[in-house]
């Protein structure tokens, strides 16, 4: 959820108590709520980062570190996901519909090898996300 910037800035730190002060601002500068003592927009995305731990945790790899995990994480759960598994001349995919997430959306995930399990990020209408308009010619 850092920017590139962001994340520069922070790598750019040697100390860990420089980092540790650096992360303190990053998630004091998003919260919503000052007034009160904790900062519910890190809890919300450490909720999320759990969740997409369990639901979409691949071979070798959490959930986290997923495409379907880290777009879970940065957009929230989707509104609608079609799913297409195991069509005879297609590879299986999903389509996930966001109707609020930075003004709505769409997220296309495609299984590129069969009954693997692992679920790769196609097109997405999303800024800064990958954008295939001819993402239906990867599913033979």
């Known amino acids: 959820i850092m920017t590139d910037k962001e994340i520069g800035n922070y790598e750019k730190l040697n100390k860990l108590s420089d980092k540790k002060k ?4 990053f998630w004091k500068a998003k919260d919503v709520n000052p007034s009160t003592l904790v900062v519910e927009d890190k809890i919300d995305y450490l909720k999320r980062v759990a969740e ?5 945790k691949e071979a070798y790899r959490e959930g986290w570190k997923t495409d379907r995990g880290r777009i879970f994480i940065v957009y929230g759960s989707p509104n609608d996901i079609e799913r297409f598994p195991f069509e005879q001349e297609n ?9 609020t997430a930075k003004g709505g959306g769409e997220c296309v995930f495609i299984e590129r ?13 999303f800024n800064n996300e990958v954008s295939n308009s001819n993402w239906k010619d990867e599913l033979k």
């Open 22 to 25: 650096y992360m303190y601002a």
């Open 52 to 56: 997409a731990n369990l639901k979409f």
């Open 91 to 99: 590879k299986s995919y999903e389509v996930w519909s966001y109707n």
């Open 113 to 125: 090898q069969s009954s693997s399990g692992v679920y790769i990020l196609t097109h997405s209408s």
